[in-house]
Nanobody
Framework: QVQLVESGGGLVQPGGSLRLSCAVS????????MYWHRQAPGKWRELVAS???????MYADSVKGRFTIARDNAMNTVHLQMNSLKFEDTAVYYC?????????????WGQGTQVTVSS
């Protein structure tokens, strides 16, 4: 059974940090590119960061220099380190796995974790 379980969300003040984790099971992580998306109230879900099976990373302009995505294949975990958090980072953050060869034909989503940036 495929599972992606996000954790690490919570309430943080502006300028603070959080580290999100996505624990995966039921598939071979090394075959999948991994993504973090987020969705704020009333907005479309957007791509925040990605890391390929070859560890190539991509970031949305809005988080460049503040967020870092990493993967630990041995631990079947993907992380998103978020620093210098801003009010506009408030959203539900979702982890997604997409097969590196089959693409969107094989993709899995986690249930999301809430991040709230507030003073």
């Amino acid at each position: 059974q495929v599972q992606l379980v996000e954790s690490g969300g919570g309430l943080v003040q502006p300028g603070g940090s959080l580290r999100l984790s996505c624990a995966v099971s039921g598939f071979i992580l090394t075959h999948y590119n991994m993504y973090w998306h987020r969705q704020a109230p009333g907005k479309w879900r957007e791509l925040v960061a990605s890391i390929s099976i070859n560890f190539s990373r991509m970031y949305a302009d809005s988080v460049k220099g503040r967020f870092t995505i990493a993967r630990d294949n041995a631990m079947n975990t993907v992380h998103l380190q978020m620093n210098s958090l801003k009010f506009e980072d408030t959203a539900v953050y979702y982890c997604r796995a997409e097969h590196a060869t089959l693409g969107s034909q094989v993709t899995y989503w986690g249930q999301g974790t809430q991040v709230t940036v507030s003073s």
